[in-house]
C-alpha cells in the first residue's frame, strides 16, 4: 500500500484522475506529454485515446442547476461525439456539438503515430474485418443480390 502513496506522490494529477491513471497501470505522464515545438516532424500534441479530459458543456444544453462539468478518460472521439468514462465507472456520450471546452489533464498513451500496442490493435481489427467481410462476400455469391440496396 505505500508504493501506492508513493506513486500518488510523483504525479501531478487532480485527486479525481488518480483512480483513472492507476486503472491504465500508472502510465508515465512525463513521457507522454505533448511535445509543442521543434520541427514539424518531432511535434506531438492532440487528444489521444485513454486521454484524461474535462469537459465543459452549454448550460443552455441542460436543464437548470445540472452539473455541467464531466470529468474522465476519453475512450473515443467520433465525428459528431465523445464516449467518456467517469472514475465511477460510468461511460457517457455526448455530442461535440454542446460541449464549450475541454481542458487536458493528462495523456495516458503515447502519440498515435508512436503507439504501437494502437496500431497492431488497429492492423488486427481491419484483419478481422476483412475476414468478416469476405466470409459474408461468400454467404451473398451466387447470383443472390438481396444483400445489395437500391
Do not use: F
Not at 44 to 72: F, N, Q, T, V, W
Not at 98 to 124: C, G
Amino acid at each position: 500500500m505505500t508504493s501506492r502513496r508513493k506513486r500518488r506522490s510523483e504525479v501531478n494529477l487532480p485527486d479525481w484522475a488518480i483512480p483513472l491513471w492507476e486503472e491504465l497501470g500508472c502510465p508515465d505522464l512525463q513521457a507522454n506529454s505533448d511535445v509543442l515545438e521543434g520541427s514539424l516532424l518531432s511535434r506531438r500534441h492532440g487528444l489521444r485515446m485513454d486521454d484524461i479530459i474535462e469537459i465543459e458543456l452549454d448550460a443552455r444544453a441542460y436543464p437548470k442547476d445540472s452539473d455541467l462539468i464531466i470529468r474522465g478518460r476519453l475512450m473515443s472521439s467520433g465525428k459528431n461525439m465523445i464516449e467518456i468514462k467517469s472514475n465511477d465507472g460510468e461511460v457517457s456520450y455526448v455530442a461535440k456539438d454542446v460541449i464549450v471546452r475541454m481542458k487536458l489533464v493528462a495523456h495516458m498513451r503515447p502519440p498515435y503515430i508512436d503507439d504501437e500496442e494502437l496500431i497492431a490493435y488497429e492492423k488486427e481489427d481491419q484483419k478481422r474485418r476483412t475476414k468478416l467481410h469476405e466470409r459474408i462476400e461468400k454467404k451473398t455469391q451466387g447470383g443472390n443480390d438481396s444483400h445489395l440496396w437500391g
